[in-house]
Every structure is written in structure tokens, then in C-alpha cells.
């Protein structure tokens, strides 16, 4: 079921707005969200289980967490009350300073507590993870499809609310569709957004990706790696090659950014009808697939 979208709230207020501590009217509401700071123990504080970054590099933690037991945590988390436990939070902004905070055996960490709905919740964890330089291009790609399903956000609102443009968007959703064993690659960083835009649609994507991995093949080099292993063209009973229209691939290309998936539609050779293909990775997205086609 849709969450419903709050009034003049929402993305295109910005991570700026959302976020802001100074306690003035912002210009789509008539009043900012309320705000209170203090410390809470880090065991009332949760994490958003739908917080887009699925994967902390060590390395980086460490830092972090070396930093916060000498010198404390500079900028508090944001939390908001969380109503299905008494005297829990949930963390809208901060995970990764909560979790290096328990690492460095703090007890205590400074919060602002504000006012959030589900949606702005969401939007203020993506957009705040898609400003890092370190997040990857597989957890950007979710937290764009998170938008696009859970609260109905197009590729334009979110393109215009994040300075994207609309082909960045897509092109980053289009990696959802690629095998979750190249994903893995991408997350782990030993694959580049780059590299992994040339696999995608490739039904070798698995074995061509570790080839490139191996060999430390350049982003060209990889492009020319798919097209000279690309697999057959299809061909009719009558051995004529079945080409499709540049219209046909871009429906093609809006249909899997839009699902997440692979989509192939083959239109039957002098006639109107045809049939559309969709290729789902694991039974999760299926799942997806099957609430979105039902309206769930």
C-alpha cells in the first residue's frame, strides 16, 4: 500500500530544508519542524531499516572510529521518536558515526531530535548518502528505486530535488538488473559504475565482469569486450535478422530503469502483437515485481 504523500512536504524541499536547525519558516510551510537537542544512550538509538547504504567500508569505520574516541562525535545524529517502541529513536542521519560511537565503547551520543514522516525520513537518508563521495553505485541505484516504488517519486522530481539529471537516474537504476554477483563487485568497489554500465543487458554479465576484474580492463576496453562477445542476433524461420527500432530499445531501457529489471519486448514480424520479457534476479524482486503489478 502507497504511503500517503504528506502536503508541501517532500522532496524538492532539499537536504538543506529538511535538515536545518535553525528554527525558521521554511518557503513551503508555514513552520519548521520542530527540533530538541540532548544525548541519548546508543541503546535507544535504531537504525532505519530503510537507510540505502547497505555496505560501511572497514577501512573507513576505523577511521572514523579512531576519530570519534579521541576527539568525540562533532556533528550530532539525527533521530526522530520511533512509535512502535517506548523511549526508542530511529536514526535519520548518522548510522555510520552510531555505529563507530559503539565502536569506540561510547555510552552516550548527541542527537537532534526532529519531526519526520516515513517519506522525508527516506529522502533525508538517500540524499544524505548520495552527497558521501563513498557511497556506491549499487546502494544509490536502491535508494532511487526505493523513491520511484515506495513514494511514487518520478526520475524528474528526483533529478531536480538532487541535481542529477534524469539520465543519470536511469542509468543508475539500470544496474539493479545486472546479477547480484557483479552488484557484489560494484558494492566491494573492485568494479566501477563505468565498468558496470557496459554489462548491463549482457547475458554474460557474470563471467565477462570477472574478466575484467582480472585483467584491470579500462572502462573502453570493457565496452569492447561486451560488444565483440554480445551473443547472436535472433533470426526468423526465414534466417532474416530481427533488428529493433531505436523507439523500441528506449522503451526498452525506460521499462528496466522504471522496474529495476531487465525487459525485452519483441514485436512478431509484420503484426501488432508481441510479448515483453521481464528477467528478475531472486525471488525478492520477484516479489516486487508481483505487489507492483497488483497495485500493492
Known sequence: ??????????????????????????????????????????????????????????????DLTASIAEKGIIQPLIVRKKDSKNGAYEIVAGERRWRAAQRAKL???PVIIREFTDVEVLEVAIIENIQRADLNAIDEAAGYKQLMEKFGRTQEEMGKALSKSRSHIANSVRLLTLPGSVQGLVQEGKLSAGHARTLVGHPDADSLAAQIVKNGLSVRDSEKLTKATKAPTKRTSRAKTVSKDADTVQIEKDLSAHLGMRVSINHAEGKENGQVTLSYRDLEQLDDLLRLLSGG
Do not use: W
Open 107 to 109: 555510552h552516550e551520543v
Open 1 to 62: 500500500m502507497n504511503t500517503p504523500k504528506s502536503p508541501n512536504r517532500g522532496l524538492g524541499r532539499g537536504l538543506s530544508a529538511l535538515m536545518s536547525d535553525v528554527n525558521t519558516p521554511s518557503a513551503d510551510t508555514k513552520e519548521a519542524p520542530k527540533t530538541t537537542g540532548r544525548t541519548l544512550p546508543v541503546d535507544q538509538i535504531y537504525p532505519n531499516p530503510d537507510q540505502p547504504r547497505r555496505t560501511f567500508d572497514d577501512q573507513a569505520m576505523s
